[in-house]
């Protein structure tokens, strides 16, 4: 339930927040890391780069997760933590690896997600 409730809340931020900053993606024109159009990501999915919402529901997931299994099963956490932190970079790495976000974008996503996750758990 608490990796449901961070992945909505996480994943609700990013899609308003990159519909908002309206950031060109990079399969758009590789020389634009700094193009931002507000608002321009509502009416185009070229522009709604930042920040990845891919990677900010795979940190919010995998910091869920592990918080829990820390928890309520501190023994299985040595497994669990490194798994799921590790499979939650690769979806970031498979962002930039398909041209579609930039690293900045990863990196805010991820760190997002992951604060969305400690705060549902803090509030839970």
Known sequence: MYTG?????????AELMKRAA?????KVDSLAVHSFHAGKG?????FGSFPSA??????A????????????????SY??????Y????????SRLYKNEH??????????LGTAAAVEFDRWN
């Open 102 to 111: 930039w690293a900045s974008d990863v990196v805010t996503g991820a760190v």
């Open 86 to 93: 590790t499979l939650a970079t690769l979806a970031g790495l």
């Open 61 to 76: 997931a995998a910091t869920a997760s592990s918080r829990y299994v820390s928890r309520e099963w501190p023994h299985a």
């Open 42 to 46: 509502f009416s185009n999915d070229d």
């Open 22 to 26: 309206g950031r060109s993606r990079p």
């Open 54 to 59: 891919e990677t900010t529901i795979a940190f």
């Open 79 to 84: 497994i669990v933590t490194p798994a799921a």
């Open 5 to 13: 409730e961070a992945v909505v809340l996480g994943g609700g931020v």
